[in-house]
């Protein structure tokens, strides 16, 4: 099958070529992730850029702008961001400056974890102090719902074939209204939405590179740390989460972040944002594989439903819905 967009993009980067130094032969694919965007390496001469990135977004699916305003936001409030050095906005092409190819997940150990994850605190404490409402996208309730909804379309009724009774179609509902209620009363930030390890690179300054932003929002301040530490790709015992999410709590208090006075009362919201964003993931994972071919992500739907199910299970009010999720382990089908 041939590959119309890669020839675009070769033809794109052979008039960067003299600019940029390009070695144009060492084109090859860097990775893709879970859209319609893949990402491409490429040698330079340029003593400055050894490698260089290539992203390719094809415009009817993945627009460059949320990408190019929130790479400047995240630059702006000192992140380490990817640089962009050139842009084609009609065929969806950005060259960028290259963070490196070792990501947290290859890196994280029990040795390195409290360094690498004080690093990403900081960067997300810097990310949420630039902060201001009206620039990027509301995550409001119409979203949180939609992101909800895709549990029970696709992984209940898609993923395992399960019927629901009218009555737990009415105790899931029952969940959603209060785990949105908190969601929607906590202080709102910027979001990056994916800030987990497999989008933060290992580099040796200015520690984490972060990638992937572009589906940014302006929402609840326990998201990312959600993101962060109830990770879908790698799991830590309870007390080093809670030791962890204390010391992002704390430094953002003495920043000055809207956070509450009250410990107790910010784990309940981060317990309560990470319960919301795995639901949604249940719900993309299974979408991943059943609409998109794409059935990598299914092995990392069991860690995601234990974390489900715990929280549902800490909170007297989710238990129905624990009983639901528990009912869909795979040793109990």
């Known amino acids: 099958m041939t590959d119309s967009r ?67 936001l995240l630059k702006n409030a000192n992140l380490n961001v990817p640089i962009i050095l050139e842009k084609n906005l009609v065929e969806g092409f950005l060259l960028l400056n290259d963070l490196g190819t070792k990501t947290y ?6 040795e390195s974890a409290n360094r690498l994850y004080q690093d990403a605190t900081h960067a997300l404490v810097q990310m949420q102090l630039a902060s201001k409402p009206d620039v990027l996208p509301n995550y409001d309730e119409a979203l949180l719902q939609r992101e909800l909804d895709l549990f029970p379309e696709w992984y209940l009724k898609k993923h395992l074939q399960m019927k629901l009774t009218d009555l737990q179609d009415s105790q899931i509902k029952q969940a959603y209204a209060l785990i949105i209620q908190n969601n929607l009363a906590q202080a709102k930030v910027f979001v990056h939405r994916d800030y987990h390890s497999r989008n933060l690179m290992v580099t040796k300054e200015n520690n984490p590179g972060v990638i992937d932003f572009q589906d940014a929002v302006y929402g609840p ?27 992002f709590w704390e430094e953002g208090r003495q920043a000055g972040l809207p ?75």
Do not use: C
């Open 221 to 247: 301040i326990t998201y990312d740390a959600a993101s962060l530490w109830r990770d879908a790709y790698i799991a830590w015992p309870e007390e080093r989460i809670i030791d962890w999410v204390i010391k």
């Open 105 to 110: 997940l290859e890196e994280l150990n029990n």
């Open 259 to 333: 956070m509450p006075n009250d410990f107790g009362q910010f784990y309940r919201d981060f317990e309560w944002m990470g319960l919301q964003r795995h639901l949604k993931v249940l719900g993309i994972f299974s979408r991943l594989s059943h609409r998109d071919g794409k059935d990598a992500y299914l092995k990392d739907i069991p860690l995601v439903l234990e974390y489900a199910i715990a929280t549902a299970n800490r909170y007297i009010e989710l238990k129905p819905l624990a009983r639901i999720l528990e009912s869909t382990r795979p040793t109990q089908k």
């Open 6 to 72: 890669l020839d675009t993009l070769r033809n794109w980067l052979k008039g960067l070529e003299p600019n940029w130094q390009l070695d144009l032969p060492t084109l090859a694919a860097a990775s893709a992730d879970a859209s319609f965007r893949r990402y491409f390496r490429i040698a330079s001469k340029n003593p400055n850029f050894p490698t260089l990135i290539v992203m390719d977004a094809p415009p009817q699916h993945e627009p460059l702008d949320a990408f190019i305003k929130v790479d400047l």
